[in-house]
C-alpha cells in the first residue's frame, strides 16, 4: 500500500479533521463521500450516526482503506466487519463562546445567544437566566457569521466546541474558553476514531494503530459508557443534558454532572438498608438523575 485513502464527509470540518489525522499517515489521498445530514449534527442518537454508516458502507466496499468520524457519533452497537483501530490525542474538549467582544457575563440582560444542543441551551439558561437563548443549526462558518448579520438573525454570543474551532484554525474568533468543572460537556466531544476494515491490508492495521492514544481512548470510553447506560429512550424522553466531558488527574475525563442553577445543592445520596428501601418508606430504590434546569413554569427549558 503506497497511497492511503481516507474517508471523509463533505464539510468543511469534516475534511480538516481527516487531514489532521491523514498528516500522520504519511502518503495518502483524502476520498469525499457524500453523507446525510450536516456538519456538526452529533451524536450517535442524531443525524451524524447516518454519516457513519455511509461511510462505513464506503470503508466495507474498498472505496477507502480507513475512515474518520468524530468519535462523539459513532454508534454504540458494533458493526461486523469494521474496528475502531485510533482514537487520536484528544483535542480541547471544552466549549467556546464566540461574541464581538463582550463575555457571556458581560452581555447586558435580553441578549440572544445561540447554542446548538440541549446541553449548551440548559447551561446557558443555568448562568443568565435573562439572556434569549435561541437554538441554531449549521456549520461552524455559519453560526459565526450570525454574529455580524443584521436584522433579526443577528446573535449576541454563540457556543461552539472549541476543538471546531481549532481544527478549522480558528481558535481566534473564541472570546472565552468554559471550564470543564462548570459546563462539562458532551460524551468524546473533542475527540476522533479513525475505523478500518477488520480484514484490510497488514499495513493500514499499522499506520492507524500508531495513531492511538491510550489516555484518550480509556477516558472516551468511560464518557460514552456512561451516556450508553442512559439510553436512547431515557435520555431521548427527558432531554437530559448529558454534559459528561470533565477533566481529571492525569489528564483523563470522566463523568460529570449535567446544568444546575446556580446555587442549587444536590440532594445527599442516601444509601440502602438491609431491607432495600431508600429513605422512610420508599417501595424500592429509585435511580438518581441529575438536576435539571427549569423555566418559571416548571418545565424542562430546551
Do not use: N
Not at 461552539?160 to 458532551?186: I, K, V
Request: charged fraction near 25%; glycine fraction near 12%; aromatic fraction near 2%.
Amino acid at each position: 500500500m503506497t497511497v492511503f485513502r481516507i474517508g471523509t464527509r463533505a464539510s468543511a470540518l469534516a475534511a480538516a479533521q481527516a487531514a489532521r489525522v491523514a498528516a500522520r499517515l504519511g502518503a495518502h489521498e483524502l476520498v469525499t463521500i457524500p453523507t446525510p445530514g450536516r456538519e456538526g449534527a452529533a451524536g450517535p442518537d442524531g443525524l451524524g450516526a447516518d454519516a457513519v454508516s455511509r461511510l462505513r458502507s464506503a470503508l466495507l466496499a474498498g472505496e477507502v482503506d480507513a475512515i474518520v468520524h468524530p468519535l462523539q457519533d459513532l454508534p454504540f452497537a458494533p458493526v461486523d466487519g469494521v474496528v475502531l483501530a485510533a482514537v487520536p490525542r484528544r483535542d480541547d474538549a471544552r466549549d467556546a463562546f464566540c461574541s464581538r467582544g463582550p463575555r457571556l457575563a458581560e452581555l447586558p440582560a435580553g441578549a440572544l445567544v445561540g447554542a446548538d444542543s440541549p446541553l449548551r441551551r440548559a447551561q446557558l439558561l443555568a448562568a443568565r437566566r435573562d439572556l434569549g437563548i435561541v437554538a441554531v443549526e449549521g456549520g461552524v462558518a455559519a453560526r459565526l457569521a450570525r454574529l455580524a448579520e443584521e436584522g433579526p438573525e443577528r446573535l449576541d454570543g454563540v457556543v461552539l466546541a472549541a476543538a471546531d474551532l481549532g481544527w478549522l484554525g480558528r481558535s481566534a474568533d473564541a472570546t472565552e474558553l468554559f471550564d470543564l468543572a462548570d459546563r462539562p460537556t458532551a460524551p468524546a466531544q473533542g475527540a476522533l476514531a479513525v475505523e478500518i476494515r477488520v480484514d484490510g491490508p497488514a499495513e493500514a492495521r499499522r499506520r492507524v494503530a500508531a495513531l492511538d492514544h491510550r489516555p484518550t481512548r480509556l477516558a472516551t470510553a468511560a464518557e460514552r459508557g456512561v451516556r450508553e447506560r442512559l439510553g436512547p429512550d431515557l435520555a431521548g424522553r427527558l432531554r437530559l443534558p448529558d454534559g459528561l466531558a470533565r477533566r481529571l488527574p492525569g489528564g483523563l475525563r470522566g463523568p460529570g454532572g449535567g446544568a444546575r442553577r446556580p446555587g442549587r445543592r444536590r440532594a445527599p445520596r442516601r444509601r440502602l438498608g438491609s431491607s432495600g428501601l431508600s429513605g422512610r418508606g420508599a417501595p424500592r430504590p429509585r435511580p438518581s438523575r441529575p438536576d435539571r434546569p427549569t423555566g418559571r413554569s416548571g418545565r424542562l427549558a430546551a
